[in-house]
């Protein structure tokens, strides 16, 4: 068993303990070890020979054995006896939204209910509005839960279609014959969440390319095949379309299966205006070869990059030759949100600063959670204070790398802030976040947000509407009053760049950096893997629109100092 298997295990043993109403301490103990066995870059087999599982943060010897038994045999008698006491089928409740181990528990023992689909017919019958604890509006919110379940069971994080899209592109890209290769459809435009996956080949023997995806070892099936093309699906469910075309069609064929629908369909139409045809085979009427960028020079636009052809504006913008300057990664200076030990990360300050300084970066921000979010084992005043502390004598040693010192900073039910402002105080930022009561309406949590935001001490707003893709909705906010509120108190607002976060959402920041809000692209990192996550950040930044100056950590080392110490 690999790290995943072994954590998606930890987790059921968590809720199958949490059902059975067992002590919570052993219950957070399951998923701090799940969280802690995902976050490792270091083989189980080589932590297991060397003896070190005990190393990790959360592992003791108990669990350090089961993990062992598990990746030698597979199997967990523990575990098997665990699952035998609660009913078949209970545990697939736990993927829906707004279902917890109280709730299933009373789901079942009420209704009998142990399927996602008896769920689904119960509330459409009304049973569950019935039972004590639930009501009318959690009813609803199920059934809301459940078709939005639907829906994200057909797509996947941007992260994890680049991971799966990389090695077969780099796989073609060495097939004999093969002039260009390139991912196409929304991953290549950087859109957050894709369906499929699309690939554009050029190759002198289109069959070379289609007989390479027939026999590539992480096929389930082929849907469809052609002489020049194949559609196929993945052993974990994802559809991938191949079009194998000359080297002369590459460029059209590029342009069209990228995207999206809307900046075709607005190009084909301009194509039209002149009397033109354009498809993915070419262009008709007007000789065109090379690049993209010169079939958009025939129609008189500059190149458009992929992250903005959503149709919305960028045609105007290259024509007027006012197309932005796109951040890219190598402008990022270093990020701001970033956990550690202290709370709950799982990397500690020292190897996140080594991480950061490996990466190039000239700074980094430390920003644990505050003392209310004691499920991420917020910091007390105390323990911020010495982590205060030994940031400060980091910075003595004068590394290359200079850290700051900051919270993630609960913004409580009412609007006011964890910590006092005599602790604030100290930091050298705040990032103020939502992490509970998300269940408030609009006007109350816009109103709780602006007050965090009008606070003197805060600096930037964390993940500004709550929003887990493809499993949590945003919370209810009236996002342009908050935006206003950050550029009227010259606050921040972060682009977490966690790939299931991406928040604030890349469609609102081409007007608000327009109207003044600057941004600071971040990692939300739990790990020192997590700091590699300013890829995805910076994606959703250049669909924004964002430009180099519209961010703060590509400010340098000596700007970023000033821009706190106001």
Not at 293 to 318: H, V
Not at 455 to 478: A, D, I, Q
Not at 491 to 515: F, V
Request: with cysteine.
């Amino acid at each position: 068993m690999d790290k995943a298997e072994i954590a998606e295990i930890f987790e059921d043993i968590a809720l199958l303990l949490e059902m059975k109403d067992e002590n919570p301490f052993r219950v957070r103990a399951y998923r701090n070890a799940a969280r802690a066995l995902l976050n490792t870059e270091t083989p189980l087999t080589e932590l297991i020979r060397e003896k070190k599982l005990t190393d990790l943060e959360g592992i003791g010897e108990d669990l350090s054995e089961k993990i062992t038994t598990l990746v030698k045999t597979g199997r967990l008698p523990f575990y098997s006896k665990l699952k035998k006491s609660i009913p078949k089928g209970v545990l697939s409740l736990r993927e829906v939204r707004g279902l917890g181990a109280k709730k299933i528990k009373i789901l079942y023992e009420k209704l009998k209910i142990d399927s996602i689909v008896k769920l689904k017919k119960a509330c459409e019958a009304g049973k569950l509005a019935k039972l004590k604890g639930f009501g009318k509006k959690t009813e609803q919110k199920l059934l809301d839960a459940l078709g939005a379940q639907a829906t994200y069971a057909k797509r996947m994080l941007w992260w994890t279609a680049a991971e799966l899209a990389d090695p077969i592109l780099q796989s073609l890209r060495k097939i004999k014959g093969v002039r260009q290769a390139e991912i196409a459809g929304s991953v290549r435009r950087g859109l957050e969440t894709i369906g499929d996956l699309d690939f554009v080949v050029s190759a002198t023997e289109p069959q070379r390319v289609i007989q390479w995806f027939e026999k590539y070892p992480e096929v389930a099936r082929v849907l469809e095949k052609g002489e020049t093309k194949i559609t196929l699906r993945l052993k974990q469910g994802t559809q991938v379309d191949v079009r194998v075309v000359t080297e002369k069609e590459f460029p059209f064929a590029l342009l069209h299966f990228t995207g999206s629908k809307e900046h075709n369909l607005k190009l084909r139409a301009a194509a039209r205006a002149k009397g033109w045809s354009l498809s993915e085979y070419g262009l008709k009427g007007k000789r065109v070869s090379g690049s993209e960028a010169a079939i958009y020079k025939a129609f008189g636009y500059d190149s458009i990059p992929p992250e903005l052809r959503e149709n919305q504006g960028e045609f105007a913008a290259a024509h007027a030759r006012k197309l932005p300057h796109l951040v890219t990664e190598k402008d990022i200076r270093g990020t701001f949100h970033n956990h550690t030990t202290a709370s709950d990360g799982m990397s500690t300050l020292t190897e996140m600063a080594e991480e950061g300084t490996k990466m190039g970066w000239e700074y980094l921000g430390i920003s644990d959670h505050s003392k209310s979010s004691f499920q991420a084992h917020g910091l007390s005043i105390e323990r911020l204070e010495e982590q205060i502390t030994t940031i400060r004598a980091w910075n003595k040693q004068k590394k290359s790398l200079t850290l700051f010192a900051g919270t993630e900073c609960d913004i409580l039910p009412n609007g006011k802030l964890d910590f006092s402002d005599s602790i604030l105080e100290k930091l050298d930022f705040v990032i103020v976040s939502v992490h509970n009561a998300l269940a408030q309406d609009e006007k109350t949590m816009t109103q709780r947000i602006i007050r965090a935001v009008e606070h003197p001490l805060s600096t930037m707003v964390g993940h500004l509407t709550g929003r887990l893709l493809l499993k949590r909705e945003p919370y209810r906010v009236n996002v342009q009053k908050v935006i206003d509120a950050c550029i009227a108190n010259k606050k921040i607002i972060e682009l977490n760049g966690n790939p299931m976060r991406l928040d604030m959402d890349w469609r609102l920041w081409h007007k608000a950096s327009e109207k003044g809000l600057l941004c600071c692209v971040n990692t939300d990192a739990h790990h020192t893997s997590h700091l590699h996550f300013i890829k995805a950040g910076i994606n959703s930044a250049r669909k924004g629109w964002l430009e180099k100056r519209h961010i703060i950590n590509t400010y340098p080392l000596s700007q970023i100092k000033k821009l706190f110490a106001k």
